[in-house]
């Protein structure tokens, strides 16, 4: 079986923070959901951010369904394959209105208007969202806005989710329906967190990312 | 930085609009920022004083049929007045013609006075329609009319990014002076204050920068490619044909009148 996404030797250093990956190795396959872990600064979220292009490793390669992605170019399939979920909410969140915020995925994959509304709000129901359509974005609670946030990736159909600190900031409650959520979903994905009784609950295989290299636990 | 100051430069609270509905918002939001256009055009080019007169007058009417928030609005217009009052001291002294009365040997131009009365007028009548017919939209709703009435996309999107994160960058501003304050900081005239507050507003730059960064790197991930889709439920109906048209009228009233020549 090959990986869904593939990083081969891959280093990237900052010019003050200095290296963060030492040729790297990681792949994700079909059906898992790997944890990242590792201190701050160690550069988890600069991994998922190569991954979908938004670094350019110094070198080594990245593999992703089914080839290799060296340009800009090749990444948009990449990102419209692997849904990144952001750290910070406010930053992924920036129409005007919920139903506009999830329906911009699928309109930039060239769908109808009538269409990506239609998947927006079939997504937004999935996620025990429905009715939200017209909220105002920054209106919304901490817990809602992360779960807009899922609903607006999951509506481009992604095979693979990038999860940067999902449960970051949320309540008890808040926590255990984001759980609840991701469980049900069939992608395979990579999950940041600090969190064990949150990652307990959801993967298959726990990575740690330190002094430059994703060890295994 | 005085209190009363400091609210009001970071006092968003979002798009919220908190006004009662009323006859106005059952028209078109097109209509009104069109009707809006027209009437300000047309006042603001006259060039006697009973137009702009009649201007105020269809001004109070609008406010009232907008049922506008009476001490809001008086709070909005003295804002702008304050300046007109400036202007409206300074204009009879530059300006030449017939002295009116002198102050420490300077001459009061009757011409500059008249002048300035028409400038107030045209201010307060523009102001307090846009305040009544556009005001009380809500501000992405703005954006979105804009964008329908086939305003530069450019400026719309900025509209609309402005009306998104202006609420994000003034809880950022709020939380690092919520810090300064918690850390016994209390702005004086020295130069330590002055070199917080610079660090203060150097800290805020930044920070929206790389947040703005953040933010398009999350429009690449799901792939934008320089086009925002904007959903929206307006219906033109025939009672925004008829604002528009009666404002029509009012603007070629004006025309014939002759309150455009001099």
């Known amino acids: 079986m090959t990986a869904l996404i593939r990083m081969d030797q891959v280093s990237y250093s900052y010019p003050v923070r200095g290296m963060v990956l030492d040729q790297v190795d990681m792949s994700l396959f079909a059906g898992e959901k790997i944890s990242l872990e590792g201190g701050n600064g160690a550069g988890k979220t600069t991994l998922l951010n190569i991954l979908v292009g938004l670094n350019k490793p110094k070198s080594g390669g990245v593999f992703a369904f089914g080839r290799e992605r060296k340009v800009e170019t090749d990444f948009i399939e990449v990102r419209a394959k692997a849904g990144f979920l952001f750290q910070d909410p406010d930053d992924q969140l920036f129409c005007p209105t919920v139903l506009e915020d999830v329906a911009f995925g699928p309109l930039n994959q060239g769908k109808s208007p009538d269409e990506a509304r239609q998947i927006s709000i079939e997504v937004l129901d999935c996620l025990g969202m429905a009715g939200f359509e017209d909220r105002v974005t920054h209106q919304l609670s901490g817990g809602e806005k992360r779960l807009i946030t899922l609903a607006s990736v999951l509506a481009m159909k992604p095979e693979v989710l990038l999860l940067d600190e999902p449960s970051n900031a949320l309540d008890k409650a808040a926590r255990l329906r984001l759980i609840e959520v991701l469980q049900s979903l069939p992608q395979a994905m990579i999950i940041i967190s600090h969190e064990s009784t949150f990652l307990d609950a959801l993967v298959t295989r726990r990575t740690r990312l330190e002094r430059g290299k994703v060890l295994d636990l | ?262």
């Open chain 2, 1 to 262: 930085m005085p209190q009363f100051l400091e609210h009001s430069m970071t006092s968003w609270r979002g798009q919220q609009v908190e006004h009662k509905q009323s006859i106005v918002d059952q028209f078109d939001p097109r209509a009104r920022v069109l009707a809006t256009v027209i009437f300000a055009l047309t006042v603001v080019f006259s060039k006697t004083l009973w137009l702009p007169f009649l201007g105020l007058l269809m001004a109070f009417a609008f406010a009232l049929s907008a049922s506008l928030n009476f001490r809001r609005t008086l709070r909005r217009m003295i804002a702008m007045d304050m300046f007109i009052v400036v202007m409206v001291l300074m204009l009879p002294f530059t300006m030449s013609g017939d002295a009116l009365f002198h102050v420490f040997g300077f001459a009061a131009s009757k011409q500059g006075f008249i002048h300035a009365i028409g400038i107030a007028l045209k201010a307060n009548a523009v102001v307090l329609t846009l305040l009544s017919l556009v005001g009380t939209l809500e501000a992405s709703t703005l954006g979105h009319t804009l964008a329908r009435l086939k305003v530069p996309e450019k400026l719309v999107h900025l509209l609309l990014f402005t009306v998104r994160y202006l609420d994000v960058i003034s809880r950022e501003y709020k939380r690092m002076r919520k810090a300064m304050k918690a850390r016994a900081f209390v702005p004086k005239n020295n130069l330590h204050t002055w070199r917080s507050f610079g660090y203060l507003v150097g800290m805020l730059l930044v920070r929206s920068l790389e947040r703005s960064e953040r933010i398009f790197d999350a429009m690449k991930c799901r792939g934008y490619c320089g086009k925002l889709y904007l959903f929206d439920t307006m219906q033109w109906q025939q009672r925004d044909t008829i604002l528009l048209l009666s404002m029509a009228s009012f603007a070629v009233f004006a025309i014939a009148s002759g309150a455009y020549v001099a």
